[in-house]
Nanobody, 116 residues
Framework: QVQLVESGGGLVQAGGSLRLSCAASGAIFGITVMAWYRQAPGKQRELVASITREGTTKYTESVKDRFTISRDNTKNTVYLQMNGLKPEDTAVYYC??????????WGQGTQVTVSS
């Protein structure tokens, strides 16, 4: 099993910044992709950004040029730097990792609220 502990959410005004962190522990061998998802009230969970162990990144279109995903493999931690936050970024943000190609693990979620 992999345990994921997220931190860094909160309330921020539009245009502000937050940095989310997610530390993995437990059976961390074989973790490949680390990612951030989000789910707004009444909406489906969506992929925000992902990063491979080698550092290849992907972003959903709405956050490109505002959010940056990174990871520290020595600390088994993934980060999401969010700049230029907008009210529509308000959601619960979830950390996700894929291990050995098929095992999915989720964090407990952290609330991000952007006020206008």
């Amino acid at each position: 099993q992999v345990q994921l502990v997220e931190s860094g959410g909160g309330l921020v005004q539009a245009g502000g910044s937050l940095r989310l962190s997610c530390a993995a522990s437990g059976a961390i061998f074989g973790i490949t992709v680390m990612a951030w998802y989000r789910q707004a009230p009444g909406k489906q969970r969506e992929l925000v950004a992902s990063i491979t162990r080698e550092g290849t990144t992907k972003y959903t279109e709405s956050v490109k040029d505002r959010f940056t995903i990174s990871r520290d493999n020595t600390k088994n931690t993934v980060y999401l730097q969010m700049n230029g936050l907008k009210p529509e970024d308000t959601a619960v943000y979830y950390c996700n990792v894929i291990r050995l190609g098929s095992y999915n693990y989720w964090g407990q979620g952290t609330q991000v609220t952007v006020s206008s």
